[in-house]
């Protein structure tokens, strides 16, 4: 079972632009290289920010900051990307830079807020998402209300849950990895750290549930393993 510390939905100031027919100024479509494995991902911009489209695979394991494939498949991992504890979503052990150096579970970072741009585990030039950011994303297609339908993808969703995917952001369903090591909900649900903590043992998380049309933003235990999407610096 998914433990939830705090909710909220990502709502944001929502007046204005909550029709399904608000289309951002600028959507465009890219590649990225990291030059660290050398593995390529799509890219879209949204408006004024430009995000990956796929999930993060970068294998980090540094200690106790672990990343993992659904199911312990490397398969999983070539389809969903990889499933990141925060601490190695933050990139606790400073390997590329020390923003999240120290973050992790029962431990408080000294700076997280929406004015703190965390590189975490992300390509050089690239960072974790903070809350005003995903705010702003959801803004930008439409609402938070009905984001979830705009940016999850067109297939691979259980139930009749498939999105638009009008933006070409193409969330996929990869589920999540508990605490004590078992894998939950592929097919049924995407889940993405912020770089924002609520406290020790709480960050947040933002989610997509088939069932659902909008996104919410969660508090959640930092030892959960959760998908990983970076947005331009």
């Not at 830079?97 to 050089?124: D, F, I, N």
Request: proline share 2%.
């Amino acid at each position: 079972m998914l433990i939830v510390a705090a909710m909220f939905v990502a709502c944001g100031d929502d007046s204005g632009t909550s029709s399904s027919n608000v289309i951002p100024n600028e959507i465009s479509y890219g590649t990225l290289k990291d030059s660290r494995d050398n593995q390529t991902y799509k890219t879209v911009t949204i408006g004024s920010q430009t995000w990956m489209a796929e999930n993060l695979n970068y294998n980090y394991n540094e200690g106790s900051a672990k990343s993992y494939c659904y199911d312990d498949k490397t398969s999983n991992c070539d389809k969903y990307g990889r499933l990141y504890l925060w601490s190695a979503a933050m990139d606790s052990a400073a390997v590329f830079s020390t923003a999240g150096k120290g973050c992790g579970y029962g431990k408080t970072c000294a700076s997280t807020g929406s004015a703190t741009l965390v590189r975490g585990v992300c390509p050089e030039g690239w960072h974790l998402p903070n809350d005003d950011e995903l705010n702003a994303l959801f803004i930008a297609v439409g609402g938070a209300s009905i984001a979830g339908t705009k940016l999850k993808s067109s297939s691979g969703w259980n139930s009749s849950g498939n999105g638009t995917d009008s933006f070409g952001f193409a969330v996929l369903p990869a589920g999540y990895r508990g605490h004590y090591g078992y894998f939950f909900d592929e097919g049924d649900d995407a889940h993405f750290w912020s770089s924002a903590e609520i406290d020790g043992v709480n960050a947040y998380r933002w989610t997509f549930i088939y069932y659902y049309e909008l996104v919410n933003i969660f508090g959640n235990l930092k030892y959960d393993g959760f998908s990983v999407r970076c947005v331009k610096d």
